[in-house]
């Protein structure tokens, strides 16, 4: 087994950024999702469920002094990364609520043109990163903007599976993963309780519960007009009313993930 694709989602629900190798701490991947669109009234977060146009946004960085926003029809922005102390505002993640910085009005003017609605962009240092979803990981694991783990993996074997039921294929990018693994039987990746990959252990937690978001082409936007991937998945990977697929992680320190590294099943 080996790992054979990452990606990363600097801002929250944006379009995917494919990377050959990436360093990892506790938040996950090096600049995963630490930016979130937020509605300025009430500091709800915004994703493509209900925004599908958040789909046309490509942000590239914002791991280190800056973030650059693209979308068509408007000319390119870069934002720079707030002081973990700026400017806070109080928004709101599912059930969370935290504090975190805004991104500045020259963003949120951008963003609400983009979306056509009043938002504001938002930062999550790791200062101010979230706990995990109550009853899994440890008191170190921390999560910035994701809907609730530091890390989503899928099986190659798994989608390979998935596409041979629906009878066409579907982009893995509907699922948003962080790192893709070849080699494994399909859904070998719920037995699994630990894993390595380089130097890098890294705990599995909890199935992932899939959404209407799997149903939007990450290309176009469009929705599936049969509910695909969403409609097969329900035949056979629903469980107690969640439809699964792929695993929530976490991991045990810090260090890099690189395209064909191996993968060993440690527990």
Not at 5 to 21: D, F, I, T
Not at 28 to 41: A, H, I, P, T, Y
Not at 129 to 147: C, Q
Not at 185 to 194: C, H, I, L, V
Request: proline fraction near 6%.
């Amino acid at each position: 087994m080996f790992l054979s694709a990452l990606y990363r989602y600097p801002v929250k629900s944006c379009q995917a950024q494919s990377l050959g190798e990436s360093t990892v701490d506790a938040m996950g991947l090096s600049g995963d999702r630490r930016w979130m669109v937020v509605e300025q009234d009430t500091g709800r977060f915004l994703t493509q469920r209900a925004w599908p146009q958040l789909g046309r946004l490509t942000a590239t960085g914002g791991d280190e002094e800056s973030l650059l926003l693209q979308t068509p029809g408007q000319a390119p922005l870069t934002v720079k990364v707030p002081g973990a102390d700026d400017d806070l505002r109080g928004v709101t993640l599912w059930r969370d609520t935290l504090r975190v910085p805004d991104a500045g009005d020259e963003a949120a003017a951008w963003l609400s043109q983009m979306l056509g609605k009043a938002v504001r962009l938002v930062h999550c240092p790791q200062q101010r990163a979230r706990y995990l979803p109550s009853g899994y990981g440890l008191n170190s694991d921390r999560a910035a903007f994701p809907d609730g783990f530091p890390l989503l993996l899928i099986g190659q074997g798994s989608l390979d599976e998935l596409n041979r039921r629906i009878g066409r294929p579907m982009q893995m990018l509907r699922f948003r993963p962080n790192l893709v693994v070849e080699g494994a039987e399909a859904f070998a990746e719920d037995g699994w309780k630990r894993i390595r990959i380089g130097d890098l252990t890294l705990r599995v937690l909890k199935p992932s519960v899939r959404c209407i978001l799997t149903t939007l082409d990450p290309q176009t936007g469009e929705r599936s007009s049969d509910r695909e991937p969403l409609t097969t998945l329900k035949t056979f990977r629903e469980r107690e009313g969640d439809v699964l697929f792929g695993q929530n992680l976490a991991v045990d320190g810090c260090g890099r993930l690189e395209v064909g590294m191996p993968v060993e099943v440690l527990e």
